[in-house]
Nanobody, 127 residues
């Protein structure tokens, strides 16, 4: 069964940190890019960060640059999102996604480039 499962969400005060994890199974994980997206209530699902198969290429949304870091451990089939200096505007459901047909590049910033999605994990940042 092909799936990705997020964990690590929760409630944190503004200025705090969280680390999200995404465990993949049933995928050729070490050869595929992964991405993080988020969706706030009443809004569209937005790109947060992506990483290629080796971890050598990453992209970030402007709103999280310098605060969030995406990384991966191919031995554990897991991708991470380290979130620092959190703001109330970061409150959203965070989704992990895998792409089995896009290898790298700016297309990884688009939801349509991903074909495997997790159920999401809630991140709430209080002011």
């Amino acid at each position: 069964q092909v799936q990705v499962v997020e964990s690590g969400g929760g409630l944190v005060q503004a200025g705090g940190s969280l680390r999200l994890s995404c465990a993949a199974s049933g995928l050729p994980f070490s050869s595929g890019p992964m991405g993080w997206f988020r969706q706030a209530p009443g809004k569209e699902r937005d790109f947060v960060a992506s990483i290629n198969w080796s971890g050598g290429s990453t992209y970030y949304a402007d709103s999280v640059k310098g605060r969030f870091t995406i990384s991966r451990d191919n031995a554990k089939n897991t991708v991470y999102l380290q979130m620092n200096s959190l703001k109330p505007d970061d409150t959203a459901v965070y989704y992990c996604a895998a792409s089995r047909y896009i290898t790298d590049g700016l297309r990884l910033m688009q939801t349509k480039s991903y074909d495997v999605w997790g159920q999401g994990t809630q991140v709430t940042v209080s002011s």
